[in-house]
């Protein structure tokens, strides 16, 4: 019996996101293989074989199922754990494979005397981990039809590289410095009528909790020698008649009139949510042709894109998210996101 065409979705345990794709999936009676690579490879294992004719073939395997990997149509890359192999037993004494164990030609520490710098398993660890990931991570890059491709997320993820390939494909982009320099900072932000803070990773770790950071407003008088501890980036502010959450999947274009009704959101809508009204917006011509070379300069199929728009109607690239949430727009628009997102998955569309 030949096993049928299935969608691999790599994500966590807890993923409403990938759980509404998921559902619509079964809906369509299309199988789901779902995992997480931070189980490999204690509760998820592999075992595949390149025979130099054709692609590789073999098994993911769970406690609870398994998938072929030459009947994985299309990968939706969601929210995976990392992999971290720790190759202690059970009983806390090392697990040595034939490569751990040093055996002749095999392993890291093939030739090596061990010393006073040898104990623990922290080398042993750190080596299993980048074979568990050059060998399943290298697996799975085989697989057609990515949402999206892990690599070219990573490499799009950089603000830096988003506003670059925006420039280059003829989007409007606000003046942006990025420095350790305070000086240079207060400069910058002198010349400008207004200017904000925007930091890169907009969430914080800390004891109490995870503290959120939004975009803020700056003016050169309050910029302290404290940016010279890391890397700070200040932005133009454009004025805005209303901002647009753009949700591209594939060849389908998914976008949201987002219109604050509170001065926190009309800096930073992710601050206040319950002060945003939402609608269906139109794409201009020129900002889809735009948005679709920049996205293929990126190699990108999905993309949660943000923009504001001016008085004057013209639209300004400020990030992307090439992971970015899309539930609660489809859920406040009834934009069918969820089905173009199954539909690239299973090769109907995109």
Same mark, same amino acid.
């Not at 149509?73 to 697990?95: E, K, L, N, Q, S």
């Not at 003829?170 to 200017?195: Q, S």
């Not at 070379?293 to 990030?319: K, N, S, T």
């Given at each position: ?46 075992? /595949? #074989?390149?025979?130099?004719? =054709? @692609?590789?073939? %073999?098994? !993911? $395997?769970?406690?609870? *199922? ?61 080596? /299993? #981990?980048?074979?568990?990931? =050059? @060998?399943?991570? %290298?697996? !799975? $890059?085989?697989?057609? *039809? ?205």
């Amino acid at each position: 019996m030949i096993a049928p065409d299935t969608v691999l979705v790599l994500t966590g345990r807890l993923d409403a996101t990938a759980d509404l794709v998921i559902t619509e999936l079964d809906r369509r009676d299309v199988p789901v293989f779902r995992c997480d690579p931070a189980d490999f490879p204690d509760r998820l294992a592999l075992s /595949a #074989t390149f025979d130099g004719a =054709g @692609g590789w073939t %073999g098994t !993911l $395997r769970t406690p609870y *199922r398994s998938v072929e990997l030459d009947r994985i149509v299309g990968a939706y890359h969601r929210r995976p754990g990392r992999i971290a192999v720790r190759t202690g037993g059970a009983d806390g004494t090392p697990a040595q494979s034939p490569a751990t164990a040093g055996a002749p030609g095999r392993g890291p520490d093939a030739g090596h005397t061990a010393g006073p710098d040898d104990a623990g398993t922290s080398g042993a660890d750190e080596w /299993a #981990t980048a074979e568990a990931r =050059g @060998g399943f991570g %290298g697996l !799975l $890059r085989a697989v057609p *039809r990515w949402l999206n491709d892990p690599g070219r997320m990573e490499h799009a993820e950089y603000k830096p590289v988003q506003l670059a390939a925006a420039a280059r494909a003829g989007l409007a982009t606000p003046r942006t410095l990025i420095t350790t320099d305070p000086a240079a900072a207060r400069e910058f932000v002198a010349g400008l009528p207004r200017a904000v803070y925007k930091p890169f990773r907009g969430s914080l770790p800390s004891a109490g909790g995870t503290r959120f950071i939004y975009t803020s407003p700056i003016t050169a008088a309050e910029i302290d020698d404290s940016v010279r501890y890391t890397a700070h980036q200040f932005q133009e502010w454009i004025d805005k008649e209303h901002e647009v959450r753009l949700t591209v999947v594939g060849n389908r274009y998914f976008a949201a009139r987002l219109t604050a009704r509170s001065d926190d959101a009309r800096l930073d809508w992710r601050s206040d949510y319950d002060a945003v009204d939402y609608a269906i917006a139109e794409v201009p011509d020129g900002v889809r042709a735009a948005v679709a070379a920049m996205l293929a300069d990126l190699g990108l199929r999905f993309a949660a894109m943000d923009f504001v728009v001016r008085p004057d109607g013209r639209w300004y690239f400020l990030d992307l998210n090439p992971n970015g949430q899309w539930g609660w727009i489809e859920h406040h628009t009834g934009l069918p996101i969820c089905a173009a997102i199954a539909d690239t998955l299973t090769g109907c569309v995109g």
